[in-house]
């Protein structure tokens, strides 16, 4: 402020020159007194003109924009637009600033995998990132300033908002999707709310294969538990004669056999998921598979199936061969248990075009439908559940294929149609596959396009 008195002190010491150059001016007129009584009231009036007119230039400055730079006059409004320029540009800065910093934190919440939504006290949207227009079916733009609750009409979510009680979180389906999302709400400010949502479809449809796994395993080690202990109890409490004696051991071993089989199963794939993938420098050749794959069949068909083996000695696949066989012999023997008697199975390997290698399995059973398709490497789907335990099946040969599969970076791809048969075809990458060509009783590994 003290710096302003000089400033001030110039201005009134112009209009003072300005009146003092009136009167010297009005005292060489005709009439000396008059002219300088004259002189002095024009001067002073002239000199406020001026400082008038600075002040004026400055009032429009101020009025506008504060775009361009504020008049450079000199005095007291020139000192006093200086100031306020200065004023103005640091305002400027900070704002700009300001405006950096939450672009910043905006950027910050709109890369959160959560959903992040700001309603005002009268719950209409103020602002939400991507992850909740999503969430909500939202329109990021066109919704603003809309209430949440004429956009979101899933019923617990309006009556939680209605409720205004937000001590836990509540989990709902938004209409028109087939997600399922958790909401947590927290009121903040004056009357305002922080809408926080997560997607959490794979963790309940996680959760319900857990419930199913566990209640399917349950199920499945009940039946035959449940025979074995009927049967004891039979043993124990009644006289058997020694063909009803056999007869009960014979079905006692066949639910044991059962028992062992799932409990293989479920070790195997548990071994699948917990272990690391296999490596691509073991070469695991084609007709040992298939040699050890054609015991078991013939073993199983019991002369009941005319089996074919093509092309074993055709290749080679880079991996662990005990999975390779686990899958390969799942596959044969699901033919087999679902192939009536007098039926064919077709087994083959080959090369394809890409260097791909093909493990195909055809047989002329009983086929499936289209809509079994789909969920046949679900864990314990079965299209038909009796035909499948008097079968012998535990429900998970295809499930472990599909992982031994994935593990190698194949794929497995499946045909069939109902009294048609059934075409299953291991598919793996041309890096795990190499072709070999028999030469005089001997093997010479020939690299093919997919070799290492």
Known sequence: MASLIPRVLASVFMVVVCALLGMLVGSLSKWPA?????????????????????????????????????PRDGGFWGEVGYRVERSVRLLEKQVASEHQRLGQFLSAIEASPNGVMLLDAQDQIEWCNSVAADHFALDPRRDRRQPITNLVRAPAFVAHMQAEVFDEAITFAVPGTRGTISVLVRAYGDGMKLVLSQDITDRERNDAMRRDFVANVSHEIRTPLT???GFIETMGNLPLTEVERRRVLELMTQQTRRMQSLVGDLLTLAQLEGSPRPAADKWVPVHK?????????EALSAGRHALSFAGADAGQIAGAEAELLSAAANLVNNAVRYTPAG????????????????LQVRDSGIGIEREHLPRLTERFYRVDGSRSRDTGGTGLGLSIVKHVAQRHGGELEIDSEPGKGSCFRLIFPAARVRAVEPAAGTRRAVVSMGAR
């Open 34 to 70: 008059f002219g300088t009584l004259v002189g002095a009231a024009a001067g002073g009036v002239i000199g406020a003109f001026v400082d008038a007119w600075r002040g004026h230039r400055f009032m429009v400055w101020v009025r506008g924009e504060q775009e361009r730079a504020a």
């Open 227 to 229: 025979v074995l202990s």
């Open 289 to 297: 598979l298939f040699t050890q794959v054609r015991a078991d069949a």
């Open 343 to 358: 039926g064919k199975i077709d087994v083959s390997w080959s090369v394809r075009g890409d260097g791909s290698g093909e």
